[in-house]
């Protein structure tokens, strides 16, 4: 199975609203849990109790399309509010995310690192450090993972930022941008992925959920053809139209009931019912 | 600041409905995310998409009334569905409940174990080598946590098993009930928790979330006392009554504010003026 670790601050953990989107159950995507896989619901980077939808759904899943019957998990490390500083190499979180990946790596292949981090470093002119504390991470976890050629996919933030409620004070992400887009275009292996025309939550700093799902398909896109995204995909509005109409395998549907009758939703009766029918059909 | 490692499996981990109960907000609370503490919030141990009450938020609240000042931290290891066998010493769950540990322990002193776990082992007659891997996994934890005396806190599995549901397969636990008994009463520092008179969600086998917040004040019991309860206690109910009263701290309430805002339950403005008002307050 191939991993991608996921890093940075709440937009990669993802606080889209659950219910504005369709939700991703894929048998073939599974997410870190106490070291170990288990099949991906989202929210998946559960960094808060107030977690939702981040890139990394719509990522996988357009990851599958590609490589059918094959698998892939995501290790979930980002932590909401988190600063660069936050991410030093000798910082908890970075540490803390070295391992989880070393604990994914025991039964997978790290293909890829995303990262999504800024916001928390759009004042003060912390931007005029920010190049050289992000390509010394970078360099550290290729290191410490023993990956010297890890591809790192580097969103934008937000193009909405700076304006209104918690992303007001975000006043300088445009320079935070321009040191996120010069790294992805000097270091090897690094891509740029666009934010343009993705939008927010009313918090004016979390993308929305739709936003999330179109981030995701960037992120891929950057992932798969090793190249910069510097403008939204035709394909974005289409797939994510027909990621809510795929049709779930035996086993999706499996998930979906015994989540229903885990939340109270079924009683055991309607629950047995449903699994006998979905094993009875074909 | 003390901290308790939680761990064993999904009654530990919690599958109580959470909209069953008050919650419980305390800032006196933390839970282990990425390395670091936050605030508690329930579920706590997202093992799954579907956690949801288990036995710590109530330990926990119940330590911090008799540590008035003082703060604790949760640490969320425990595995739905694992069974004793996976835990084993070099167990992908043990190895990462001990580095999840070893973070914790860099900013907190590891003062106990909560252990729940036995259901997956409770057929098959795996109750005739039950003892000696819980004695193993026990010594292991002391010894890699350097901490030799460490209590442990041994939960009783709910007499509701063996009847319906899920629980229906478990027809052997009253055989793993007399080996956590007789574990928690030959090995040093160890203390039995009953399960008596808690009840089961329609599943049969996940304990309700009313009883989660009964069986926590039990196990504090436990640890507070040093001694085994063997018998429900007295005050379960009016403390659950109690603590659904409780007045919350500026704090609590700028969370619980900063929760609805995150969930899009609140606009902006809304917010703003509700956390104005908590501000000018007393």
Known sequence: M???LLIGQSNMAGRGFIEDVSSIYNEHIN???NGRWQMMAEPLNFDRHISGIGPAASFAQAWTEDHPGESIGVIPCAEGGSSIDEWAIDGLLTRHAISEATFAMETS???GILWHQGESDSHGERYKTYED???SLFKHFREELNTPDLPIMIGELG???GEVGFGKSAVEYKQINQVLSKVAHTEKNCCFVTSKGLTANPDGIHMDSISQRKFGLRYYEAFSKQKHVVDSLDIEN???EKASKRELTKNERIFVESTKFALGQLNFEE????ISTINESK
Do not use: G
Not at 271 to 274: K, L, P
């Open 31 to 33: 997410m870190l849990r």
């Open 109 to 111: 292949e790290l293909v």
């Open 271 to 274: 629950f047995s019912i449903h």
């Open 159 to 161: 193009h909405y930022l």
């Open 133 to 135: 504390k992000l390509l």
């Open 2 to 4: 191939k991993s991608i």
């Open 238 to 240: 289409e797939w994510i």
